[in-house]
């Protein structure tokens, strides 16, 4: 229901309740009021009317008794009695003729016992016998006055009958015939009855049924016509002549309408009195009031609504507004305001609404903002998930790959262990001393050879100290160089010692000692393998003695032809002529190759002998390659080669023997510009190369330095490039376009990069040139 309509309806009842409820008791107390204001009326409207026929029969009894009580009457009828006469009959009829004619009366006549006639002032009457006449029988006993008869004409008479008595002895009847009139003037007279009111007067019949004894206000013939029967209870003229006096509310008269009545009872003459009126004329005030009450209810009701229409309209106005307001903004319009001026509640709410809606926006501002912050929040962390589940991939990848390699390592272990048993047997039985040692020297393991080299027990070196048995004291350095070999350098100690066995004899051993390093690089064993090389050295001594014999005895006459070839050839034993120089020259030339081919013999024999060690030092490669260049300028000016240097900036000392570095950069050197046209260039470089990085198709496994020599000379063709570093080989290109090398070279280059530890490679094309390369590691460990 609209507030509209609520208002209004509210202001309705508040006003037409109140008022509804007064009417309402005004209209009972007003029926009330009517209610006992009529019974009081009618009451004493019907008792007037009895007291005022009790007066009239009163007047009419008076009559009657006039000749009744007439002691000449009563007198003259006995004496008629006695004597029948005419003359006894004419002084009845003399007496009764005057009176006759004054008082109303229409006709007076007297009967004897037995009805007849006797006396009249109506002739017509004179000798009828009225012995059955009812009023004759009444008239018998008493006077009375209760019968009422019609005649012909419709006009009503009252018989006063009565007995006439004398001397106690009742002689005849005496009848007074009046008119009704006074009796209808009675029942006639409305006054106090209003319009509908009446007074009736009805006689008790047999069964007490009621007659009307008049004519009504509705009934002109009603008088002795209309009866009312007993059985008819609601009817008041049925309680009239049951002698009841009240007054009665819900009765109905002989039309069947609705009256107030009030009763009264005559019993001298059995007559009934009803003196009533009709409802709808007691209450018109009522319903007048009733009225009136509905129409001020329906002004007042109208006027209400009017009121209440105007007053919703000021109260609903405004929260309309309110109303249609909030349904916006409930609808998302958040940009909207209020007016409303008025200074009452729905003001307030509307200031408050307006308050709101700027709290509102703030907080979707706020919200806004909260919600970009939390978006990016939210898209960052879904970053981050991506990340992590694509780290956690990798994680997952990883730990696969790591399950790979555990099983790899897996098997690679059970084949090492089977390797190492097999490895053990194979040590037991190898002629040379081997012993393994923990990390602080001692013993763990030692082979059956021990006994054999030393004569000491291999249980009996177990837990000891490596050597601590046959230990024959080396110098000093020895030990230091040993032990910085392998335990700071992590490398292999390659050398020999002197022992001394169980029997006391010096012996001389080949040592070689290698640290065993887990993945981290700690040291975890030394295997130490021991080769008693006593006899070797023996001959090797005579071998050394032999090939320093014969290369001092080859040098030393070759030192000597050279010297004299190149006096020769600088014009000291005169001028030579052009042929002599050139034979002088290829005289000098060969001799110098032969010194070359001799050095190359001396190195080889070292090398091979194992003699030649290395001896780590920290060492500046440019220098190296400087001092190597300085010493080939000369033949590259003679094959006019530009020479180019180009060294990375800062090159770090590298530990390496320095020697043999140089040896092998020389070969680098001389065959680049051996190889090499004239007018050639040659690009000489070093750099440093960080571990894991790849440098000409090689993979550096520490971080390392690089030494490349690089020329635009013939090239090596590719068909012999898997033999280049074979002994004594040499390209057909290369003995071309220089017949005078040995192919010793490289050969020697690759032993020594194997000692110092390191590779050795190179990238050729036939006919556009060469580059060498080897790769030290700066540390000098050897490179697995
Ligand atoms: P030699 O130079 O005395 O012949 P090497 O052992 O130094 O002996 O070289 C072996 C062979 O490798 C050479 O004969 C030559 O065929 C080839 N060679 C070496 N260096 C080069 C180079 N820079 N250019 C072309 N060929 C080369």
């Not at 029988?137 to 008493?142: D, F, I, P």
């Amino acid at each position: 229901m609209k507030l509209n309509t609520k208002i209004v309806l509210t202001i309705l009842q508040v006003s037409l309740i109140p008022w509804a409820l007064g009417g309402f008791l005004a209209y009972l107390s007003s029926q009330e009021q009517i209610n006992s204001q009529t019974y009081s009326n009618l009451d004493a409207i019907a008792a007037i009317q009895k007291n005022r026929l009790q007066d009239t029969l009163q007047n009419k009894l008076d009559i009657l008794q006039l000749f009744t009580k007439s002691p000449w009457l009563t007198a003259y009828v006995r004496d008629y009695n006695a004597q029948p006469t005419l003359a006894n009959k004419k002084r009845i009829q003399d007496l009764i003729e005057a009176p006759g004619r004054s008082l109303g009366i229409k006709k007076l006549f007297v009967m004897t016992l037995d009805g007849a006639v006797i006396a009249s002032t109506d002739s017509a009457l004179l000798g009828t016998d009225k012995e059955n006449e009812d009023y004759f029988k009444r008239g018998v006993l008493a006077n009375d006055e209760s019968i009422l008869e019609k005649d012909a004409a419709g006009i009503v008479s009252q018989y006063l009958v009565g007995p006439l008595i004398s001397n106690g002895k009742t002689e005849g009847v005496m009848a007074v015939v009046t008119d009704a009139n006074d009796i209808v003037d009675v029942a006639h007279d409305f006054t106090g009855l209003g319009k509908t009111g009446e007074t009736l007067i009805v006689q008790k019949m047999s069964g007490n049924n009621a007659l009307f004894l008049t004519s009504t206000r509705y009934d002109p013939s009603a008088a002795l016509e209309r009866v009312v029967t007993a059985d008819k209870t609601n009817v008041p003229s049925v309680h009239a002549v049951a002698g009841e006096e009240a007054v009665f509310n819900n009765v109905v008269d002989y039309r069947g309408v609705k009256v107030f009545a009030a009763t009264r009872y005559i019993p001298s003459v059995g007559w009934g009195i009803v003196v009533k009126i009709d409802k709808s004329e007691a209450f018109a005030p009522v319903v007048r009031l009733r009225e009136l009450f509905f129409f001020i209810i329906a002004m007042v009701g109208v006027l209400m609504v009017f009121i209440g229409i105007s007053m919703s309209r000021s109260i609903t106005g405004p929260i309309n507004k309110v109303t249609e307001f909030a349904s916006k903004i409930s609808q998302g319009a958040t940009q909207q305001s209020i007016v409303v001026t008025s200074k009452d509640e729905v003001g307030i709410l509307a200031a408050t609404l307006n308050t709101m809606i700027e709290r509102l926006q703030d907080a979707y501002a706020t919200l806004e903002k909260k919600v970009l912050e939390r978006t990016k929040a939210l898209t960052e962390k879904t970053e981050e998930a991506k990340n992590s589940e694509k780290a956690a991939l990798n994680i997952a990848a990883d730990l696969k790959t790591e399950e790979e390699k555990l099983a790899e390592e897996k098997t690679r272990a059970e084949s090492l262990a089977n390797d190492l048993k097999k490895f053990k047997l194979a040590l037991d039985d190898t002629s040379d001393q081997v012993i393994i040692s923990d990390p602080e020297g001692m013993v763990v393991y030692a082979n059956a050879a021990v006994e054999r080299i030393t004569g000491y027990r291999a249980e009996d070196a177990l837990g000891k100290k490596a050597g601590a048995l046959w230990k024959q004291p080396m110098p000093k350095e020895y030990y230091q160089n040993f032990w910085h070999t392998i335990k700071d350098l992590k490398t292999t100690f390659i050398g020999e010692i002197q022992n001394k066995r169980k029997n006391g004899e010096i012996y001389t051993a080949m040592i070689n000692v290698s640290p065993v390093m887990d993945d981290a690089g700690n040291i975890i064993f030394f295997v130490g393998l021991e080769r008693d090389i006593t006899r070797e050295k023996e001959i090797d001594t005579a071998k050394s003695e032999f090939i320093s014999l014969a290369s001092h005895q080859l040098r030393t006459p070759l030192t000597v032809v050279n010297w004299y070839a190149e006096m020769l050839l600088d014009d000291d034993a005169g001028k030579l002529n052009k042929k002599q120089k050139e034979y002088f020259d290829e005289i000098y030339q060969a001799g110098r190759q032969m010194n070359e081919i001799i050095k190359s013999f001396l190195h080889i024999l070292r090398i091979e002998s194992g003699t030649q060690t290395k001896n780590l030092v920290s060492t500046d490669l440019t220098l190296v390659a400087k001092s190597v260049l300085a010493e080939l300028h000369l033949n590259a000016e003679k094959k006019d080669i530009r020479v180019i240097e180009r060294y990375q900036k800062s090159i770090p000392a590298v530990t390496t023997d320095a020697d043999l570095v140089r040896v092998i950069t020389q070969n680098f050197v001389s065959n680049a510009i051996k190889y090499s046209s004239k007018g050639g260039q040659i690009l000489v470089a070093l750099e440093t190369v960080d571990k894991g990085s790849v440098v000409a198709g090689k993979t550096a496994h520490a971080d390392s330095l690089l030494v490349s020599v690089q020329d635009n000379g013939i090239g090596i063709p590719a068909a012999d490039q898997d033999k280049i570093f074979t002994k004594f080989f040499r390209s057909e290109n290369a003995k071309k376009l220089d017949p005078n090398g040995n192919g010793l070279g490289l050969y020697m280059s690759q032993i020594m990069v194997d000692i110092i530890g390191g590779s050795i490679w190179f990238i050729s094309k036939e006919g556009k040139g060469t580059t060498f390369y080897v790769m030290l590691p700066m540390d000098g460990k050897r490179l697995v």
